[in-house]
């Protein structure tokens, strides 16, 4: 019998802080064969993402401290213990023989070299090809990961493409050298379900290829019933069950596995309300506190699906794909093209579609953060195409957007509780510092983190909590209208319940009315009145929410809804 690829032995790993050690993981231990898929899932902040990290030596240390364990990667009947390698050693073993796909694309690629340069460079950092070739090898790895126009992407930075396209251009990258070890950190995060099924089947058949193993962390449980051999369940950085996925899914032992299995949206209709952890687990109390007065949320009432509060006529947005030698534009990209619909009081539209289809540009030039290039957008009776500045002045508190990438909209040198503060001063609410650093406490609460969050910096949460930090923050100034890009993105199913919860209970308080932009139609079936469908810039499709997920008329939308990964179990 050969030895396992990697073994993680009774790893634990704390993070020192002026309060003395956090402990993140407890005694972990996790075994990996080649030609097999080990799924980790837990809570954000379980310590999913630090097992990884720890593999491939990319936590700091110190903060990071090795109390005690081993990793073993054994290639070519060589066995090396990662945590003791040298320098040397591991950058030899870093993307060559252990590949890592990174949960936050944006963070991950280098914002002034292009896309095609950065996967070029990984090629000739472990290969010895001259540089046309280590190009069209790249190119190819555009093409396998279904990214469009690959000799265009191959000359954008990373800034000119969508969340989506970004993710797999860090895939090419990843399997740019064959890797006997892919560690998957949310690999499929933000991708639409069209893609995401070919990368997972791209990912086996290289698994298969190569016999490779993969460490896959995600939330999304139908993706890891449908391609995990084995699953890992960890919770509060401690492993509560592991075994074969047929048998963990079919026969949950731990009530926290259990719990899971129940927290997912599409086992509901949108009038009930989704269970979390704490009602399988009676000892977890995350409930929040009773805000005190001065963070008391006021009931506000709108009048709900009787007027429309947003209607966008020919909404288009073109970008120039290439110019003559004066500078104007001979074609054009077409990101939204000719598109209207209208949003009513009170109602949520989800807007979905494969990545690149126009669902964050629509987005963002309602919210006034892009120009368009012609059409309409009216604001309870404002024009936002050709408002000017004390116009937006007067409803910019009213028109908040949760963005997809929470790091990048997170300013690292301030503490989450001033950036959530930061919007309260610049619109005057609240007397004093004391009063809007009680209200943010209490918000922090409301979005399942703790008050002594508040002094914390982004870098010190996981990618989980950060996406909750910014929805904190948009909800910080009560707004009338919110527009919610892939928010639910990044979170594990039982805190995406929580999440969820929280919008339903805010909008039942507030009235407020929402555009929810999201791959996962099953989430955005729970949470929309009605559905809007999105391709290359255009409207495929529109109606009521259960009428498109259950009745789709379009062959586009029938594509989309055939996509979604079912539990097999």
Request: hydrophobic letters at 40%.
């Amino acid at each position: 019998m050969p030895p396992p690829l990697l073994t993680i032995q009774n790893l634990s790993v704390g993070f020192t802080g002026s309060n003395g050690t956090t402990n993140a993981l407890h005694d972990i231990t996790i075994e990996v064969n080649r030609g097999e898929l080990v799924a980790i899932v837990g809570e954000s902040g379980s310590g999913k993402s630090v097992t990884s990290l720890s593999i491939l030596q990319l936590l700091p240390t110190p903060p990071a401290v090795y109390s005690s364990g081993k990793i073993l990667f054994t290639d070519n009947d060589s066995t090396t213990d990662l945590l003791k390698a040298s320098p040397a050693e591991i950058r030899e073993v870093r993307g060559n023989k252990i590949a890592m796909i990174f949960q936050e694309p944006m963070t991950s690629l280098n914002p002034v070299y292009t896309c095609g340069n950065q996967v070029t460079e990984a090629i000739l950092a472990h290969k010895n090809l001259p540089a046309e070739e280590a190009r069209q090898q790249a190119l190819e790895l555009f093409k396998k990961v279904q990214l469009p126009y690959p000799e265009l992407i191959y000359n954008k930075y990373p800034h000119e493409i969508s969340g989506g396209q970004k993710q797999r251009v860090m895939i090419a990258m990843a399997m740019s050298c064959q890797p006997s070890l892919l560690i998957c950190d949310e690999p499929t995060t933000a991708l639409d379900v069209t893609v995401q099924q070919n990368i997972l089947e791209l990912i086996k058949q290289l698994q298969l290829e190569n016999n490779m193993g993969v460490i896959f962390i995600s939330h999304d449980l139908g993706v890891i019933a449908n391609i995990a051999d084995k699953v890992v369940v960890m919770y509060k950085g401690r492993i509560v069950e592991q075994g074969m996925a047929g048998q963990v899914f079919k026969h949950a032992a731990h009530p926290y596995t259990k719990a899971l299995l129940a927290c997912r949206p599409a086992l509901y209709d949108k009038h009930e309300r989704l269970p979390v952890v704490k009602d399988f687990l009676p000892e977890e109390n995350t409930a929040p506190a009773t805000p005190a007065k001065a963070a008391e949320i006021k009931p506000v009432v709108h009048h709900t699906f009787r007027q429309p509060l947003l209607s966008v006529h020919n909404l288009r947005v073109w970008y120039p794909a290439e110019k003559n030698f004066f500078g104007k534009p001979l074609s054009y990209i077409k990101a939204v093209d000719d598109i209207s619909f209208e949003v009513y009081s009170g109602e949520t539209i989800g807007l979905v579609g494969e990545s690149g289809c126009g669902k964050t540009t629509t987005g963002r030039a309602i919210a006034g953060l892009l120009q368009p290039t012609g059409g309409n957008i009216v604001f309870d009776g404002e024009d936002l195409v050709t408002a000017g500045k004390a116009v937006w002045k007067k409803i910019r508190k009213d028109i908040q957007i949760i963005f997809q990438d929470p790091y990048s909209s997170l300013n690292p040198r301030k503490t989450v509780g001033e950036a959530i503060a930061e919007p309260l001063k610049v619109h005057n609410l609240y007397a004093s510092a004391a009063q809007r650093r009680e209200y943010v406490m209490a918000l922090l609460q409301k979005v399942s983190l703790l008050p002594e969050h508040y002094k914390r910096y982004p870098h010190e949460f996981s990618g989980g909590q950060r996406q909750r930090l910014v929805i904190a923050r948009a909800l910080a100034l009560q707004p009338r209208f919110i527009i919610c890009d892939e928010s639910v993105s990044a979170l594990d199913v039982s805190v995406q319940a929580q999440v969820l919860n929280l919008l339903n209970d805010l909008k039942k308080e507030l009235g407020f009315t929402a555009i929810f932009i999201s791959h996962d139609l099953s989430v955005v079936k729970y949470i929309s009145n009605r559905i809007i469908v999105m391709n290359k810039g255009r409207i495929e499709e529109q109606g009521n929410a259960e009428d498109i997920y259950y009745r789709p008329a379009n062959a586009y939308t029938q594509k989309l809804i055939a996509a979604i990964p079912a539990m097999p179990y």
